[in-house]
């Protein structure tokens, strides 16, 4: 079955960088934003998220990760692409602390391709959930600029102190962006649920300790989410609210881009 609806205004590129080959959805003009999806895919509201994004005056680079592109969200489906990310593909770590995942080096190269296209200051990425920590260890790649972790959810907590706190980036790539952020004026955003215990209280307190003030933590409470299946989680997908506290967030994500990619 197809499901091209929600991306009909895409145009779809195979990218190759290394070992990896991902199909990516590319659409709007001006500065670069990538958007890296969660589980379980490039779902429609993701794709509206990239929509409110290009609307704003970027091109909007989606690569397709997992999962079937352009698919709605269902239970069993969210299920089958947990699954096959954390227990099959070698390009994602899980459960390990302080490391990044092999394919954050695809992201990056991609992010340098974009830039180049698209010009700018620099290039804006955002992670979502299961790719919440991506968006900052792509901070290596010097054009990237503007990084937000919605919703940053590994590493998996799985009761483990260490973990609750970890950030999957590794200490190396953390030093770069601390770096980064003093010498080139740039900072970072997260957004989360605070009643969300797939995002620790100890990750984000974890992530204001490292950043100190250039990380402007966005924690949001329980009736500031849209209804959906899940309890509140998906800042800027599921439980984006038209209006109110959800909504801000995402003005406030695409504000960011706007400023540090010069859109």
């Known amino acids: 079955m197809a499901y091209d609806a929600a991306l009909a205004d895409y145009q779809k590129f195979d990218f190759t960088d290394g070992p990896y080959t991902r199909p ?79 394919i954050v080096e695809w992201l990056r190269a991609l992010a340098r391709k974009a830039h180049a296209e698209c010009g700018g200051k620099g290039v804006g990425a955002v992670g979502m959930c299961f790719t919440g920590g991506f968006a900052l260890a792509m901070m290596t790649e010097p054009s990237v600029v503007a990084p937000v972790l919605s919703q940053p959810s590994m590493p998996a907590a799985s009761g483990s102190k260490r973990r609750a706190a970890g950030i999957d980036v590794s200490p190396a790539e953390i030093a770069c962006a601390k770096y980064r952020f003093e010498t080139e004026d740039l900072s970072m955003i997260g957004l989360r649920y605070k009643s969300d215990r797939l995002v620790p209280d100890a990750r984000f307190e974890n992530l204001k300790r490292e950043f100190g003030d250039r990380f402007e933590a966005i924690e949001l409470n329980d009736e500031d989410a849209a209804p959906a299946a899940i309890p509140p989680h998906s800042v800027l997908t599921l439980h984006l609210k038209p209006d109110g506290a959800s909504k801000a967030a995402e003005d406030r994500v695409i504000q960011f881009f706007k400023d540090r990619t010069g859109a």
């Open 24 to 102: 990516v959805y590319r659409r709007g003009s001006g500065p670069a934003v990538i958007i890296i999806h969660e589980i379980p895919g490039l779902h429609p509201l993701v794709v509206r998220f990239a929509d409110h994004v290009a609307a704003a005056g970027m091109t909007v680079f989606c690569p397709s990760l997992f999962g079937t592109p352009g698919k709605p969200v269902t239970k069993g489906y969210a299920v089958a692409s947990m699954f096959d990310a954390i227990c099959i593909r070698r390009e994602f770590h899980v459960w390990s602390s302080d490391k990044s995942s092999p």
